[in-house]
């Protein structure tokens, strides 16, 4: 098969990858065009290069933007809403042999209300028979990986985003200084915002940009705008600007600071990493802020939680 080498050379994580069989080897997801109706098969292959048999579970799941932008997906176990009810694999659960190999099929199905614009889904494989780790303090590692579906639908469709009010103070859980951007992306396609940010302060005036990874039609996110420079206690007004996401969309905001912030890290603390359904109000950002913010639609993105927790006493 074509594809065997290209799998071959993947990175596995957990003992398993995973990548479409496409015409198109150079793209590590899917993208189809097809109308409201339309129904289109498709195939991944999936490799399990341990040398012990491994079981996966086979879910559609939705495609979701995370808090610092970015395409991440929704655990197994959240229902689907968008684009993953679209995607049913002809397994749910796929056992494979020690250093083997196997194709999976699976249908996109769009319903006929389907709106113009840009979808996005995925199939999602998560072990089904996760470790824990022994001792007092227990740890159990949860892999999963995710190959990307975008379907794009014909018709009137364009790009928009809108910024709310804007707020200044830490990001959560250190003392850095950041604004707050909320954002929407009101259109029904994908884009690719740049930010401009302005802070005008006893410091004085100082703009920053920074480009930001994809946002999914009809989501909102709160984005983090980490400041690189100490802010001192006073009256700020604050300002933001958007590009490359349609019309040029601007907010502005005002703040009090009562104590000085400075920009770098506290100590670091033990913090609690999960696999929790990732959306805004998650503390997704932790794990992705130092990124490029957020998992891109491209390639397989490859998910690892680890559940942290105290063994009980047994009597």
Request: charged share 15%; hydrophobic share 45%; proline share 8%.
């Amino acid at each position: 098969m074509a594809s065997a080498p290209a799998l071959a050379e993947a990175p596995t994580i957990g003992g398993f990858g995973v990548q479409p069989l496409q015409r198109d080897h150079a793209r590590g997801y899917f993208v189809f065009h097809l109308r409201p109706g339309a129904v289109h098969r498709a195939r991944v292959e999936v490799l399990n290069a341990d040398a012990t048999p491994i079981t996966l579970w086979v879910d559609g799941v939705d495609g979701l933007t995370g808090v610092t932008s970015g395409v991440v997906y929704a655990n197994r176990g959240v229902r689907a809403r968008g684009a993953g009810t679209w995607i049913t694999p002809d397994f749910t659960k796929l056992t494979l042999a020690p250093h083997s190999r196997r194709s999976l099929g699976f249908a996109v199905t769009v319903p006929a209300s389907a709106t113009p614009g840009d979808h996005v889904g995925g199939i999602a494989f998560q072990d089904a028979n996760p470790v824990t780790s022994g001792g007092r303090f227990q740890i159990t590692e949860i892999v999963r990986a995710v190959v990307g579906v975008e379907v794009k639908i014909p018709g009137p469709a364009s790009q928009q985003l809108l910024v709310g009010s804007l707020t200044l103070g830490t990001l959560p859980g250190t003392s850095m200084p950041a604004v707050t951007v909320p954002l929407t992306d009101s259109g029904r396609l994908l884009c690719k915002p740049r930010l401009i940010v302005t802070v005008d302060g006893p410091s004085g005036v100082e703009s920053q940009t920074r480009a930001l990874d994809t946002l999914l039609p009809g989501d909102k996110i709160a984005y983090p705008f980490a400041w690189r420079h100490a802010l001192s206690p006073g009256s700020y007004t604050l300002r933001a600007r958007s590009a490359n996401c349609g019309a040029a969309a601007a907010a502005r905001g005002r703040a009090q600071l009562t104590r000085r912030l400075n920009p770098h890290a506290p100590p670091t603390k033990a913090v609690r990493v999960g696999v929790g359904p990732v959306s805004a109000s998650s503390n997704w950002w932790l794990l992705v802020l130092a990124g490029a913010g957020g998992l891109a639609i491209g390639g397989v993105a490859v998910l690892v939680g680890v559940r942290i927790g105290l063994a009980r006493s047994r009597p």
